[in-house]
């Protein structure tokens, strides 16, 4: 209902203030207007006849800012660099990830790229000042089979799920099955178990997806925003590890927790450069909790996994496809007094000519969090060599206050100059890390027994 002029002059009030905070904000503000196309054009309104400038204030009005680390930027895990150029001697290109959480609650992965020198001081490069929006696509073609089982291990009620699949092929596209659920949804008299159920099945399909940023971006401007539905509340404590597979392609991957309010999605992040994402969900009877955490090679030819799939204990557990896991062994219970509640692990196993050494987590009275370390056997990583009686890490008094109160925690470390560079969060409200001298730990590992 503005005129041309009200439209221009409201449009170029709002660049003025926010086109400098942000690259190419036209573009966002385009793309804004085109979700709502069609509710303009429910409206009886010719939405080709309608000025750039129209539509490009309309998308303004659909656009907000969110500030991502507003409440806390924590649970940070570290992973070497792709490119080690141009560095001294004892230096270490490395990149850390975050757990950020803002206005909400909703928790996304933020990263930040840093040296650490022949001191293991840590140098952290300048934050860029824009934020990268990826974009996304999701897989088209999905085995019907596969789709089941993990519909099943999420607990949907059977009877919808039937109702829904029956008439799908074995291979089916994720556009068909998208408009049969959102066709059914849309039943006014729909009740809430089976609404709940359809939701479900939908949020699935949205749970696979591609990420592409833009190369003129920096690396701490691409932030891994929730995307699909059952990330809806956020993406939690992501574990990064940089993977060597058997014929000496790296990669750098990451399990993670999607959450969407109510159920909880173990997810496997991977990527080659840190521009392209491919996101899918895991599998199976040991991918069912929190705490999935990556070997960094294979064992023995297959792939190996840390979990925490009853919330209490440790377990391991092989596959075929790093996607794919059954079968979870026990490895590890709660012993010490400071981890009698739960004990977990704190990022993925890290290679040692001693064993596999697996920074873990206890948590005791009081809720409070404490850093173990153990050691296992490089072949049969059930094998416990030894482990530290003691916390490695304990919350000091100045760091006990914060947004959740007496917890450390680390979601990945490297080993740099016979070091442990071991990144934690304080407090879950901010993030810095600890330098432990390797031969000091290993030998309290192995005497430990």
Same mark, same amino acid.
């Given at each position: 209902?503005?005129?041309?002029?009200?439209? !221009?002059?409201?449009?170029?009030?709002?660049?003025?203030?926010?086109?400098?905070?942000?690259?190419?904000?036209?573009?966002?503000?385009?793309?804004?207007?085109?979700?709502?196309?069609?509710?303009?054009?429910?409206?009886?309104?010719?939405?080709?006849?309608?000025?750039?400038?129209?539509?490009?204030?309309?998308?303004?009005?659909?656009?907000?800012?969110?500030?991502?680390?507003?409440?806390?930027?924590?649970?940070?895990?570290?992973?070497?660099?792709?490119?080690?150029?141009? !560095?001294?001697?004892?230096?270490?290109?490395?990149?850390?990830?975050?757990?950020?959480?803002?206005?909400?609650?909703?928790?996304?992965?933020?990263?930040?790229?840093?040296?650490?020198?022949?001191?293991?001081?840590?140098?952290?490069?300048?934050?860029?000042?824009?934020?990268?929006?990826?974009?996304?696509?999701?897989?088209?073609?999905?085995?019907?089979?596969?789709?089941?089982?993990? !519909?099943?291990?999420?607990?949907?009620?059977?009877?919808?799920?039937?109702?829904?699949?029956?008439?799908?092929?074995?291979?089916?596209?994720?556009?068909? *099955?998208?408009?049969?659920?959102?066709?059914?949804?849309?039943?006014?008299?729909?009740?809430?178990?089976?609404?709940?159920?359809?939701?479900?099945?939908?949020?699935?399909?949205?749970?696979?997806?591609?990420?592409?940023?833009?190369?003129?971006?920096?690396?701490?401007?691409?932030?891994?925003?929730?995307?699909?539905?059952?990330?809806?509340?956020?993406?939690?404590?992501?574990?990064?590890?940089?993977?060597?597979?058997?014929?000496?392609?790296?990669?750098?991957?990451?399990?993670?927790?999607?959450?969407?309010?109510?159920?909880? *999605?173990?997810?496997?992040?991977? @990527?080659?450069?840190?521009?392209?994402?491919?996101?899918?969900?895991?599998?199976?009877?040991?991918?069912?909790?929190?705490?999935?955490? !990556?070997?960094?090679?294979?064992?023995?030819?297959?792939?190996?996994?840390?979990?925490?799939?009853?919330?209490?204990?440790?377990?391991?557990?092989?596959?075929?496809?790093? @996607?794919?896991?059954?079968?979870?062994?026990?490895?590890?219970?709660?012993?010490?007094?400071?981890?009698?509640?739960?004990?977990?692990?704190?990022?993925?196993?890290?290679?040692?000519?001693?064993?596999?050494?697996?920074?873990?987590?206890?948590?005791?009275?009081?809720?409070?969090?404490?850093?173990?370390?153990?050691?296992?056997?490089?072949?049969?990583?059930?094998?416990?060599?030894?482990?530290?009686?003691?916390?490695?890490?304990?919350?000091?008094?100045?760091?006990?206050?914060?947004?959740?109160?007496?917890?450390?925690?680390?979601?990945?470390?490297?080993?740099?100059?016979?070091?442990?560079?071991?990144?934690?969060?304080?407090?879950?409200?901010?993030?810095?890390?600890?330098?432990?001298?390797?031969?000091?730990?290993?030998?309290?590992?192995?005497?430990?027994?």
């Amino acid at each position: 209902m503005l005129d041309e002029k009200q439209v !221009l002059q409201t449009l170029e009030q709002t660049l003025r203030e926010f086109a400098r905070r942000h690259r190419n904000i036209s573009a966002v503000f385009f793309r804004h207007c085109e979700r709502i196309r069609p509710i303009i054009e429910a409206m009886q309104i010719d939405y080709e006849a309608m000025s750039l400038d129209r539509k490009m204030l309309i998308g303004s009005y659909c656009t907000m800012e969110y500030a991502i680390e507003s409440a806390a930027i924590f649970n940070p895990s570290i992973v070497e660099d792709f490119d080690q150029t141009g !560095l001294e001697v004892g230096e270490k290109r490395v990149i850390i990830s975050f757990r950020a959480t803002g206005e909400g609650h909703i928790s996304s992965i933020v990263f930040r790229r840093a040296i650490l020198d022949r001191d293991n001081n840590l140098h952290i490069m300048k934050i860029g000042n824009h934020i990268d929006q990826a974009e996304i696509e999701h897989k088209t073609l999905f085995n019907k089979e596969r789709f089941l089982t993990k !519909l099943y291990e999420m607990h949907t009620t059977d009877k919808y799920i039937a109702q829904i699949m029956q008439d799908l092929p074995e291979e089916f596209e994720f556009a068909v *099955l998208k408009n049969m659920l959102i066709e059914a949804l849309k039943d006014p008299l729909i009740r809430e178990e089976r609404k709940v159920a359809l939701e479900e099945i939908l949020w699935l399909a949205n749970s696979f997806y591609d990420l592409q940023f833009k190369h003129d971006s920096d690396i701490t401007e691409r932030v891994i925003f929730p995307i699909s539905d059952s990330e809806s509340r956020g993406i939690e404590d992501a574990r990064f590890v940089r993977f060597t597979d058997d014929n000496g392609s790296v990669r750098v991957m990451a399990t993670y927790t999607a959450y969407n309010g109510h159920t909880i *999605l173990p997810k496997l992040i991977s @990527t080659e450069d840190f521009y392209s994402f491919r996101v899918m969900p895991l599998h199976g009877e040991g991918a069912q909790n929190k705490n999935l955490a !990556l070997f960094p090679r294979k064992i023995k030819g297959k792939y190996a996994m840390l979990a925490r799939i009853d919330g209490v204990n440790n377990y391991i557990m092989y596959s075929d496809r790093v @996607t794919q896991w059954n079968t979870p062994v026990l490895l590890q219970k709660p012993k010490f007094t400071w981890e009698l509640t739960q004990i977990g692990n704190c990022g993925s196993p890290l290679w040692t000519e001693e064993g596999w050494l697996v920074i873990t987590h206890g948590v005791g009275t009081m809720r409070r969090y404490c850093i173990g370390a153990s050691l296992f056997d490089l072949d049969d990583p059930s094998k416990e060599i030894g482990r530290l009686t003691e916390p490695l890490l304990s919350p000091l008094e100045d760091e006990r206050e914060g947004y959740v109160p007496n917890v450390v925690y680390s979601c990945g470390a490297i080993i740099h100059n016979n070091s442990l560079i071991l990144p934690y969060a304080v407090s879950d409200y901010c993030s810095t890390y600890a330098v432990v001298d390797m031969v000091e730990l290993l030998d309290a590992l192995k005497k430990s027994k």
